[in-house]
């Protein structure tokens, strides 16, 4: 039932790096977009970076861009984030979503997973 599951969170000090991953049980194919959002205690949910179907459309959010890279492995059903430099106001519980489109938008199918814990110390 679980369609996506996150792991590679944890506990880092600032300036270091982690690779988040997420492995899909749904298929990740060209009718598939994916992307990571987070969000920090008290906060409102953030999309951090999105990549298309076809990995050539990425969106990174302002306070990321140059330190976070996003990409896909269709083959493998997985989407990583990158995330280098790390900051204390990285911290948050990151979230891995896709989009499966239809013919018909009807039919389109969105998918979150549990989330994985990012929290970065000084």
């Known amino acids: 039932q679980v369609q996506l599951v996150e792991s590679g969170g944890g506990l880092v000090q600032a300036g270091g790096s982690l690779r988040l991953s997420c492995v899909a049980s749904?298929?990740?194919?060209?009718?598939?977009?994916m992307a990571w959002y987070r969000q920090a205690p008290g906060k409102q949910r953030e999309l951090v970076a999105r990549?298309?179907?076809?990995?050539?459309?990425?969106y990174f959010v302002d306070s990321v861009k140059g330190r976070f890279f996003i990409s896909r492995d269709n083959a493998r059903k997985t989407l990583y984030l990158q995330m280098n430099s790390l900051n204390p106001e990285d911290t948050a519980v990151y979230y891995c979503?896709?989009?499966?489109?239809?013919?018909?938008?009807?039919?389109?199918?969105?998918?979150w997973g549990q989330g994985t814990q990012v929290t970065v110390s000084t």
């Open positions: 749904i298929s990740i194919d060209s009718r598939t977009d």
């Open positions: 990549i298309s179907s076809a990995g050539s459309a990425n």
């Open positions: 979503w896709a989009k499966r489109y239809a013919l018909s938008p009807k039919y389109d199918s969105t998918y």
